[in-house]
RNA sequence: GGUGGGGUACCCAAGCGGCCAACGGGGGCAGACUGUAAAUCUGCUGGCGCAGCCUUCGGGGGUUCGAAUCCUCCCCCCACCA
């Protein structure tokens, strides 16, 4: 394969890839790159934001080059003592172990497993001495670490900044040190990190690495980027109905967004998306829906989720299969009932959807919240708007 | 180290002795409308044995018939000065 077309496969769907002379000329070396990605050991539910870095990760192992996942051990064992968060539990070393595995068992799905290697950055990290760390710091200064437009924000707000929070930067940088990158890729946000990083390693005199970045996907409320502690993301390991789900939750502002970053389409099929989208924007997103499912499970169960949902939300029926609870013949109230299936978090929850008229038997309201269910024969108890049970009349023992 | 300001529910933020389970906004949930989209309107958003009760306003102690509000000690944050 000729560098331009190499460079082109790279390239696609990058923000900054760069300095691209420094990628040239690696390149033409013929040398596999080595490819650093940073795991982030605390959250083992990669989402469809992961899936953005990983497709291009995906990319980079397709043309022989070698990617390195760096499970941040380090960091999270120390913890993260900023913000008020005081309980925020520090990971011990098993539960990292196990996350790393999960982790790495999801990335599997995207990459192939046998060709990636996975580095944990405790192994090197923790073997430094205050005289390494000195050293290390003197590789970046105070007003460049204020650059980074995070710790811009917080120092103008008045928020603390910790000092260990200017090292977090730096021991990333030695870890691209330590396994010799050639190449980081992260989303954009962490473009600042990259550099931090090819400073470091001029720092000890390595040449550096070429940083390539890519876009963060939005999430499920379409503004902002696809975070688990936003609650807007869609997971690896969502089942493939709530996979659908969530995809036709979406804003319709971002469903190109999706086609380009998780399909991968290219900029003449995105023209066609869009002229969809402006045409019949439903199915262009059920099409969206059905597609991410695919990739994730296949063909049949995208086929099914696609059926499922249709059934529930369209043609608003009960979903094929729900969660069943006994009703004893003497019957049961109501707000215990949807309390003790686990559908709200208090009963005071239940009584509010009650009030609120949210709860169906079999399609009618139910009013009220005192009222002792009992049922001859199966019912289907809705609460909310996608919370279903299946109840069914207990036999006497 | 000094001086001043501040810590209120998921987040921001009012309240400054009883009318406070605590204004308002955001977020979330629910209902109507719909394409589980957007927009809009409405309601809710600590818990329980729910017309009542219990727990909450950084933590402990105190004053008071009664405290988020007053006093006191402690912890934490911010700004300026050093």
Redo the contacts with the bound molecule.
């Keep these: 394969m000729d560098l331009r077309h190499h460079l082109e496969i790279i390239r696609f769907k990058t923000v900054d890839l760069l300095p691209l002379e420094e990628l040239e000329a690696k390149l033409r070396r013929g040398r596999p790159l080595v490819v650093k990605y940073g795991a982030d050991p605390s959250r083992p539910d990669l989402h469809l934001g992961h899936y953005v870095n990983l497709r291009k990760l995906k990319d980079l192992q397709d043309l022989g080059h070698r990617i390195v996942f760096i499970v941040g051990d380090f960091t999270a064992t120390i913890g993260d003592p900023s913000g ?1 968060d005081t309980t925020r539990p520090r990971l011990s070393e098993e539960e990292v172990r196990e996350n790393a595995r999960t982790y790495f068992e999801q990335v599997s799905r995207v990459l192939d497993p046998h060709k990636t290697e996975v580095q944990f950055n405790a192994s090197w990290l923790s073997k430094l001495c205050a005289r390494d760390i000195v050293h290390l710091a003197s590789a970046y200064t105070v007003a460049r670490m204020l650059e980074r437009d995070d710790f811009e924000k917080r120092y103008r707000s ?3 900044i910790f000092i260990h929070e200017f090292l977090y930067p730096l021991f990333q940088g030695y870890d691209s040190y330590h396994i010799q990158a050639d190449m980081e890729v992260g989303g954009t946000d962490q473009k600042f990190n990259f550099l931090v990083a090819r400073e470091v390693q001029k720092h000890y005199g390595q040449e550096p690495q070429v940083i390539l970045t890519l876009p963060l996907l939005v999430g499920t ?2 503004v902002r980027k696809m975070s688990k502690s936003y609650g807007n993301y869609i997971a690896f390991n969502d089942p493939p ?1 709530e996979m ?3 995809v ?5 502002a971002v469903v190109p967004e999706y086609y380009s970053l998780v399909l991968y389409y290219d900029d003449r099929q995105l023209e066609e998306v869009r002229r969809q989208m402006a045409e019949d ?2 199915d262009t ?1 059920a099409r969206l829906a059905y597609e991410i499912v695919k990739l994730f499970y296949s063909e049949a169960a995208a086929r099914a989720a696609e059926e499922e ?1 249709n059934r529930v ?2 043609a608003r029926q009960a979903p094929s299969a729900m969660p069943e609870v006994r009703v004893p013949p003497e019957g049961k109230n109501i ?1 215990d009932l949807i ?1 003790d299936a686990g559908l709200v ?5 239940a ?3 009650i009030k ?3 709860v169906r038997l079999n399609g009618e309201v139910i009013e009220d919240p005192t009222l002792v269910l009992r049922i001859q024969e199966e019912s289907v108890l809705k609460v ?4 279903f049970l299946k109840l069914v009349p207990a036999r006497e023992p």
């Excluded at 036709?248 to 319709?252: E, F, G, V, Y």
């Excluded at 978090?345 to 929850?349: L, Q, Y």
């Excluded at 909310?384 to 919370?387: A, Y």
């Design positions: 008020r008045n928020t603390p409320d379409g109905a659908y789900g969530k036709m939750s979406i804003p319709d924007p439903r997103k949902f939300f369209r707000v309390y978090a208090s009963k005071s929850e009584r509010r959807l609120q008229r949210a909310g708007k996608r919370k």
